[in-house]
């Protein structure tokens, strides 16, 4: 099997991690403490003990797997350019991880537990903090295929509610703590201490390499949620 260092950017905070043989072998995080500035800028110093712990234990990479976004412009940025320099420097595949779907796995994960597995089809609304009560935010199933793609919602009592009425909607995610006072429907569920952390990339980053869905180092761009905002206003045009 294949051995993948992980990046994930796309918040205040950044974490790093290494699986190998379907397990993850490796990983660390940095603050996410804002009065530290953007932890990201400490992104170099976790990618060099990460690949020091492979090199140490004679594991070779096979490729590196970002955070692709949505989220924070500048952690994006970062994130994707550490990523092409290694893959650049050591001739690895590059995977794109979508951030939303991220955060899926660590609730997919919990699916034991009682009061989750008693639901035979809910929907997964993994959110990402906006301005105001705006969210991006998409819709899943329990097999992640898309149920809605990406949006940028003003949340309110009713916007997920053609969702709602059909079957429980578990919310999630940095955006989420804020909608819960809003989205007062007896099938919303809300699963607090979300975030997207390296360590969660594994299952997607490997399925994505098994399956061929490898990027072109040289065009890929994540995605920005300037660039998402840009297309929407030029839709309504």
Request: aromatic share 8%; glycine share 6%.
């Amino acid at each position: 099997m294949a051995c993948i260092l992980h990046l994930e950017t796309s918040q205040t905070g950044c974490s790093v991690a290494v699986s190998d043989d379907s397990q993850v072998i490796y990983h660390d995080e940095s603050s996410s403490d804002t009065s530290k500035g953007s932890s990201a800028e400490h992104l170099g110093t976790l990618v060099d003990e990460a690949m020091s712990f492979a090199d140490s234990h004679a594991i070779p990479f096979d490729a590196v797997a970002v955070s692709s976004g949505p989220g924070s412009y500048t952690g994006l940025r970062i994130g994707v350019s550490m990523a092409k320099g290694i893959c650049y420097g050591r001739d690895l595949k590059l995977i794109a991880v979508p951030t939303l779907q991220l955060l899926c796995v660590p609730v997919l994960l919990r699916m034991g537990e009682k009061d989750i597995e008693e639901t035979p089809e809910p929907i997964l609304c993994p959110m990402i903090d906006a301005r105001r009560m705006e969210v991006y935010a998409a819709l899943f199933d329990r097999a992640l295929r898309p149920v809605r793609e990406v949006q940028a919602d003003v949340v309110d009592a009713d916007t997920y509610r053609q969702w709602l009425d059909q079957r429980p909607v578990y919310f999630f995610g940095p955006g989420a703590k804020k909608c819960m006072p809003v989205i007062n429907h007896p099938n919303a569920r809300f699963i607090d201490g979300i975030e997207p952390v390296a360590k969660w990339m594994q299952p997607l980053a490997e399925r994505k390499l098994i399956e061929g869905k490898t990027e072109d180092v040289a065009y890929f761009e994540p995605f920005y949620l300037k660039d998402f905002v840009a297309k929407k206003a030029k839709e309504l045009l």
